[in-house]
């Protein structure tokens, strides 16, 4: 390791296409040495969820980037759908999976942090969450966690 | 800069990013300082990540070429 750099990223959403974002960016850090942190918050909770954490899914409302009228989004089915287009995509490109994301970034060392205020508001407990996760930490340890990061990220 | 042999090998063609990345750097742990290591690639990405990533983690990339689709680097470990 040349020198200690630190990136922190908040992982703020639970959508299949946000949850990549922080994944890439924390274990190619740490693959570079850097010492990689992921602090999960709100919707990003699901994606070291147990129940949730190989379900997650992509949004069709709200999103125009997929190559359908927005207001299909809305119909029943469709939410599955582009899910699986996605992931089918995903799957011939040779992306990794969310699970297999979350393996190799353990594997390099990067930290899960959980966010107790968001588990009070939802009612999970640790046992709820996939064993990655290193601690259970509110908002005051985030704030000295990130005094050190030479980056500091909101996905 | 006269030709190195590479010590070993470390085949990332298909793979996209970050997975070069990290299959090189998880490669080089078992190898001692001074070991030289070609990687083979078919990611564009790693036209710049390669060297973007031997000069955060204080390696040395020692030859770029590129044949059509694929690229090969030569890495020296320094550290």
């Known amino acids: ?155 | 800069m006269s030709e190195t042999k590479p010590d070993a090998t470390v085949d990332v063609r298909g793979l996209f990013c970050p997975i070069p990345i990290v299959k090189l750097s998880e490669a080089i742990k078992n190898y001692p300082t001074g070991t030289v290591l070609e990687v083979i690639a078919t990611d564009p990405g790693t036209l710049t990540d390669i060297p973007a990533w031997a000069k955060t983690s204080g390696n040395q990339v020692l030859k770029t070429e590129r044949e059509g689709t694929v690229m090969k680097f030569h890495v020296k470990k320094v550290k």
């Not at chain 1, 959403?13 to 918050?41: E, N, S």
């Not at chain 1, 011939?92 to 353990?106: F, L, V």
Request: glycine share 6%; charged share 20%; aromatic share 6%.
């Open chain 1, 1 to 155: 390791m040349s020198e200690e750099k630190k990136v922190l990223i908040v992982c703020s959403k639970g959508t299949l296409d946000m949850a990549y974002p922080p994944f890439m960016i924390a274990t190619t850090a740490a693959a570079m040495g850097w010492d990689a942190h992921l602090y999960f918050t709100f919707w990003g909770m699901d994606i070291i969820t147990k129940k949730k954490s190989d379900k997650l899914k992509l949004a069709p409302v709200g999103n125009p980037s997929l190559p359908m009228p927005n207001i299909l989004g809305m119909l029943p089915g469709m939410t599955a759908m582009a899910t699986k287009m996605i992931k089918g995509k995903m799957k011939k490109s040779n992306m990794p999976s969310i699970p297999e994301m979350i393996k190799t970034a353990k594997e390099l060392g990067v930290k899960f942090h959980a966010c107790t205020p968001t588990m009070q508001l939802t009612g999970l407990t640790k046992e709820d969450l996939i064993p990655e996760v290193d601690d259970l930490i509110g908002a005051a340890t985030f704030v000295d966690l990130s005094k050190e990061a030479t980056v500091t990220l909101f996905i």
